[in-house]
């Protein structure tokens, strides 16, 4: 079996597996994506100038990221979610209830920030088990995005 069947036949065996968990990433991504761009567009209070601008960093880079999962996942030859009832059943996250507080905002992002490590870290086996490399990297980055994101978050609510 020559390299290129051997990559195509390991790609097509672990699209189930894999790609189940993409699509509650890139649901929980999006989810993410709006929940901080809806806080980039109503915070207030003392911290408005700095708040503003960076949840627009991060919504910026969601954005992006959402984007790359579902390429990814039609990469591993599936359809990517795309609408807010599929984003709706397929995510864990939650969108904010009301207009919180600006440091309710940096707390709920920094749990919701959380959650997607852990699903990160939970996805990574499957990926490694099946030597899914670009869907690994794809992990990898994502993960050391949202720590650093987390770590931000956590420094300007003093946790």
Known sequence: MSTATQSHTRTTSCTTAITEGLKHLLANTYTLYLKTQNFHWNVTGPH????HGMFEEQYTELQAAVDEIAER???LGCFAPGSFREFNTLATLHDASGTPRDMEMVKQLLKDHEVVIEQLI???PTV???????????????TETHQKTAWML???CGE
């Open 122 to 124: 939970a996805l990574m």
């Open 73 to 75: 996942i039609r990469a």
């Open 48 to 51: 408005f100038h700095s708040l």
């Open 128 to 142: 490694q088990s099946l030597q899914d490399e670009a869907t690994q990297d794809l992990l990898i980055r994502r």
């Open 154 to 156: 956590r420094s300007t």
